[in-house]
């Protein structure tokens, strides 16, 4: 048989969504790395029959409960990203603290220090207007260029600058929500290199 290297990771995800299962029919608490298979495995599963992406991040936070992690998962995993096949096409599902909010003081907590941190200082930023055109909402994570996202999303760029050469001003690891239908004003930043 052969598979495309995306059905080759669909294979692998489901096999280890398959070890988490086991674990807890037995009674053992899930590490991070079976916890992530097992909700990406119903997400993809969720997605494929057809429910809303809404239905689906909400259910993939009900799929694994804190009694049966243990202790640090959710701390270590603050969110997690999958493509999933919907009947409309691939979406990348994006949850947010899927086991839970982290012990504020637990494995892998921070603590940040006073004060701000300038995020790309120096860098000249522009105002951006980015218009859901599709059906479905869409996030637009932190360091995409903003020529690079999904074909319904247009970007309208107050100083004429060219998308390609922006990027979100968003904190690394973070993502901003455009809802199916409506417009979002954003503040992008230029990138560093040459051109």
Do not use: K, Y
Not at 56 to 69: C, M, N, S, W
């Amino acid at each position: 048989m052969h598979l495309t290297p995306r059905e080759e990771e669909r294979v692998l995800l489901h096999g280890a969504a398959e070890l988490a299962r086991r674990r807890l029919a037995r009674g053992a608490r899930l590490g991070a790395t079976e916890a992530i298979a097992l909700v990406c495995d119903e997400i993809c599963e969720l997605a494929w029959d057809g429910l809303d992406l809404d239905d689906v991040v909400r259910r993939a936070r009900e799929v694994v409960g804190p009694g049966q992690l243990v202790e640090g998962v959710p701390a270590a995993v603050p969110s997690l990203q999958v493509e999933a096949l919907f009947p409309h096409g691939t979406t990348l599902v994006h949850v947010d603290r899927p086991f839970g909010p982290p012990s504020a003081d637990g494995p892998g907590a921070v603590r940040p220090a006073p004060g701000t941190v300038e995020l790309a200082p120096g860098r000249v930023r522009s105002g951006v207007v980015l218009r859901n055109e599709g059906e479905q909402a869409v996030w637009v994570t932190s360091h995409v260029p903003l020529d690079r996202l999904n074909r319904r999303l247009r970007v309208d760029v107050d100083d004429g600058t060219d998308p390609a050469h922006l990027r979100l001003d968003l904190p690394a690891g973070t993502a901003l929500r455009v809802e199916a239908g409506a417009s979002r004003g954003a503040t992008a930043v230029h990138l560093g290199g040459a051109r």
